[in-house]
């Protein structure tokens, strides 16, 4: 390859490195890709990672010794993140949006991924420090924005499904109750999808009771995994929980179907 | 905001451009973003471009008039995408992936993130000409590389359901027989996500007897929508199909329970 110029570097490298976050490039790897020295790499990185910072696109960290290198991590501004969340609560606030029941169609946000992939990246944040192995959720509404977070961390997702399936290979099964509804439900999991050991985040769309939650952390038992955190896009208010400690990015605190009113609000962690 | 070097306005702009394709950013948005004049704006995009061509990272298409500016498309390189496949047909191939029945465990690819990601960029490339309003699958294994088939064509993902919820509102339910088994089954969308004259793209993870997709066009054509292409991760054969037309990424030809030996290959789109 011909001589690099320093500007083609640094927007190859910015994006080779964003496309698949949390995951490590050796120096080498670009100054072979380049055709550069390994200095001038160096002095790449630095260059990418202040234009990144000042423009709040996210950030690289660099890690010396055998596996070292540099990798991209996702960063939410907390100003836009915010703003994003507020846009989402009014938009959801549609009194167009409540369902015979006192239910809220949030189906459309959920699978937007333009949205989903915003969420997916403040969720991500939340958690990074906690090095989860993989996302676990249960189908289906929460799969798209549990897939994000999985991208934004570089991890597996792992979901559980409501039927076991002979496609599936061995399955490990549980029942568990329904925090708001108070039925009894099932969920299955690959049995090979996990090992013994690994650290869990369990990502979900909604959270009434927290029996979904409270399910996933006793499969996670099950496979002797330890949970490092849990995450909604969307948890009610006023209600008695099962698990504790989960955090949402909104907070939806009442939908009357009379007044035809529904009140959402970002929640302490937006 | 103080005055941007060229290259940080060329790796920020890559970074933004990237992070939602065939999405157009105003030539503005950039200048005010930068606070530089619109002619070097105008250069950067230029020279953004021949970064992205030059390591086949994607392109950027511009567009005048009054909803005019630029976009970033996605692109999957042939050669990397051969290779990519290739890859994974071996990985597919290991005897311990045989399950019960001559089934194949593929459920550990269909939920990676980054493989998803990369498998959906080539099912875009494919049908980004066509131009869909949205992309339509069926729950559950082949949401994850439909909703990147969505980011990568920057449209809505939509997924029918094999219940109806009454968290989803009106929904539309139609029967399909299944090609392989034919047993009947049942699958729902709701009412509102869909509006008529839409252009629809079907992706799914599995194809044998094609039920599934030709359910899914059943169900397009109760929404009065076009269907403008269809395809899956892996289709098996020399089956009898009920449809035609649909593209995989691979092709699965033989699994055999006694000699414990897979068979699949890169399809003829690869």
Known sequence: MDRTKRNERIGAMIKILSDTPNRVYTLNYFSDLFGAAKSSISEDVDIAQGILERFSLGSLETSTGANGGVKYVTFADPDASKRFIQEMCIRLSDPDRILPGGYLYIYDILSNPSMVARMGRIMAQWFYRTRPDFVVTVETKGIPVALMVAQSLNVPLIFARREARISDGSM?????????????????????????????????????????????????????????????????????RLVEGVRSLMVLHHVDETTRRVEIRPSQYI
Not at 211 to 240: K, N, P, Q, W, Y
């Open 172 to 240: 490990v099964t549980i029942n568990y109750v329904s925090g708001s509804s108070h039925n009894i439900q099932t969920m299955s999991l690959p049995k090979r999808s996990i090992r013994e050991g690994q650290r869990a985040l369990i990502i979900d769309d909604f959270m009434k009771g927290g029996g979904t939650i409270r399910g996933l952390m006793d499969m996670m038992r099950e496979f002797s995994v330890t949970v490092v955190g849990s995450g909604v896009v969307i948890s009610t208010a006023a209600e008695r």
